[in-house]
């Protein structure tokens, strides 16, 4: 059997060739295939640096810079304002270092208690270190933190907010354009990761500092994300060593990606209210089978005005971790919670933020939908939960771990 990496790519049929339905595009998407072919013109065509002087790097130049106005343009914000990254990750730690990076200790900053690891454990590593202190706004049921909450939380010293705009665990939409008002002249970071290319984004109008999002969370490639930043805004670069994109964001550029990702966006926007009306109708099908089997969940998150795409659910007394190992041996790929986190046993930060009970939580499994689901395949998923929900309640907890472990 060939060794090389690209074997990989297409398993030999008996590696794996059985089909998993994908309920978990909160963690990733299949690239478009309008991003990928654009990508593979620009590999195959620009040979080019980015930054090099001769035409050669002026041709990659200019596609990175089309990039560059096409997200710009989408997200309503100046070309100038837009940095190409490798992730969001990336972005979030940029922004959170950047903009505070020089200002005397211990830094005051507000956060919610929802975000993303790539933001939380920078914040409570700060805290650990002594270097901030940080002021966890309270969340609601569902998932809501309240403008009120924030003002109460200001004092002269804050220096920095940050709010997400949409929740990757249950999908909750924050009211962060109110929160920048309330924040006044403070900055603010939002991690829109979850957002962009789901709903509509204008940086103008959420009157934000700065501005995560990640390409592969809508249909673009892996390893290149965003961070809009308000013009006239100081952000110190994490990384020293290049001049590229006015030196906050050193490296040189992968014009692929960039490309990639703007094609994704810009193919995200234009179909956005028809794949919108597709993932409800898929996530009212998936409820709704649900229901047939008498195995109703309890929704966690939004009960409305959620992403319409997402939904969070626990089966009152099945262990999460339990369920989730048997739905992917029975082929159904779903979350416990961040991507970077559903590896853990440990039960999810955001839905103990919202004050749900320590059952309900270890109980929580988050089902998310792309667009390129069908209500067939939905509905099979729910027939494939119902049944192992069912088999489940026959048989105690420890009973199920210890037998699914020994298979
Ligand atoms: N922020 C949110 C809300 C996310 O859901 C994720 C990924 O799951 C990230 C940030 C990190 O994005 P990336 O995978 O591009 O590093």
Request: a neutral charge; glycine letters at 8%; aromatic letters at 4%.
């Amino acid at each position: 059997m060939c060794s090389c990496v690209a074997s990989w790519i297409s398993p030999s049929p008996e590696v794996d060739t059985h089909p998993i339905i994908d309920l978990d595009a909160n963690a990733t998407t299949p690239l478009h295939p309008a991003a990928a072919e654009a990508m593979a013109r620009c590999w195959r065509d620009l040979g080019g640096n980015a930054a090099s002087a001769h035409r050669l790097g002026q041709r990659a130049r200019q596609a990175l810079e089309t990039a560059r106005e096409t997200v710009a343009h989408l997200l309503d914000a100046e070309p100038t304002e837009v940095l190409f990254t490798s992730g969001a990750t990336e972005a979030n730690n940029l922004a959170l270092h950047g903009l505070l990076a020089g200002q005397p200790h211990p830094w005051h900053i507000i956060a919610s208690p929802l975000e993303h690891p790539s933001v939380s454990e920078v914040l409570e590593r700060w805290q650990a270190k002594g270097e901030a202190t940080v002021d966890w706004l309270p969340a609601d049921a569902e998932g809501q933190v309240h403008p009120s909450d924030l003002r109460n939380r200001l004092r002269p010293q804050t220096r920095l907010v940050t709010v997400m705009l949409a929740n990757h665990e249950m999908g909750a939409v924050l009211p962060v354009a109110r929160l920048a008002v309330t924040a006044g002249g403070v900055p603010f970071h939002c991690d829109a990761v979850q957002a962009v290319g789901k709903i509509p984004v204008s940086f103008r109008q959420l009157g934000v500092t700065t501005l995560s999002a990640s390409a592969h969370k809508f249909h673009g490639p892996q390893g290149v994300g965003l961070l809009l930043v308000r013009q006239g805004t100081a952000l110190e670069p994490l990384l020293l060593g290049g001049h590229q994109q006015g030196g906050r964001r050193p490296g040189t550029e992968p014009v692929a990606l960039a490309v990639g990702c703007a094609t994704a966006l810009e193919v995200a926007c234009r179909e956005m209210a028809e794949r919108t009306a597709h993932l409800r109708r898929l996530r009212e099908c998936f409820l709704e089978e649900l229901r047939r089997a008498a195995v109703a969940p309890e929704i966690n998150g939004p009960i409305s005005g959620g992403l319409p795409h997402v939904v969070n659910v626990s089966f009152a007394g099945l262990p999460g971790e339990v369920l989730f190992m048997r739905l992917d041996l029975a082929g159904l790929a779903c979350s416990r919670g961040s991507a970077c986190a559903s590896g853990s046993l440990l039960p999810s930060p955001v839905l103990r933020a919202m004050g749900l009970p320590a059952d309900r939580v270890q109980a929580a499994l988050r089902f998310s939908f792309s667009y390129l689901r069908t209500e067939a395949e939905v509905r099979r998923a729910a027939q494939i939960i119902a049944a192992e929900v069912s088999h489940l309640a026959t048989r105690s907890a420890p009973q199920q771990m210890a037998a699914d472990y020994t298979r």
